[in-house]
């Protein structure tokens, strides 16, 4: 464990961290709900069309300052399926639906948590939101990632997703926490474009061996991590 406690860890203090990424990223969903609001549309009759079950598929997660509340996507599994919390679902996993699988490609299925980011409890671009029993695990590096808010995409997200390990999604995202501003935002934004069109494979990499490892910064609990 490096000399530093979360205690005196820093999260990025920039204006646009203070207050300009929330008023932007309001703006931008309220925005964004309106023009793909035919797409969405037009997904949610394709769930219900093609596979029984509900529209959406809920789950509690944990967010900004240890806080819990619901995120829905699009249901891309076929119904009355009980989620395993511990199973990375690949593409190809048996029970996706055809429908579900496009989706997932797309990320059509994350678009309902634009919802999030209007009522706050989420970004645009933050880490993921993970699961309450896997946040009651959590360290004292990897409890850094609740200092901000949730995000529909972010820096581990566009940097291999879980085509990496856990340990090196930690890495980017606690490099994200010390870092927010509006030119890394914008970023991963575009990378995110990137990744919809040419998958996760593409831009998959260890965070050792991305721009933001420099020698001269060790982040946060390097020697655990």
Avoid at 71 to 97: A, C, N
Wanted: glycine content about 10%; some cysteine.
């Amino acid at each position: 464990m490096s000399d530093q406690t979360l205690d005196s860890f820093q999260p990025s203090t920039t204006r646009w961290a203070r207050g300009g990424k929330r008023a932007c990223e309001l703006l931008v969903a309220l925005c964004g709900l309106v023009v793909l609001a035919p797409v969405m549309l037009l997904t949610a009759l394709a769930v219900k069309l093609t596979s029984r079950g509900p529209l959406f598929f809920a789950q509690t997660r944990v967010g900004k300052d240890g806080q819990g509340f619901r995120l829905y996507k699009f249901r891309s599994m076929r119904g009355g399926r009980t989620p395993d919390p511990q199973e990375i679902v690949p593409l190809s996993h048996p029970e996706i639906t055809a429908v579900g699988r496009v989706i997932r490609r797309l990320k059509l299925d994350e678009w309902p948590q634009l919802v999030g980011v209007i009522t706050g409890k989420m970004s645009l671009v933050g880490p993921r939101p993970t699961l309450p029993d896997q946040v009651a695990r959590y360290d004292e590096v990897q409890r850094c990632r609740l200092l901000v808010r949730p995000g529909l995409t972010g820096l581990a997200q566009v940097n291999g997703n879980t085509l990496i390990d856990w340990d090196q999604r930690i890495r980017y995202d606690v490099y994200y926490v010390r870092h927010v501003g509006l030119g890394l935002d914008f970023g991963i934004l575009c990378r995110t474009v990137a990744v919809l069109i040419m998958g996760d494979r593409r831009f998959a990499r260890p965070f050792h061996e991305s721009p933001f490892a420099r020698p001269r910064e060790k982040p946060l609990g390097s020697e655990r991590l």
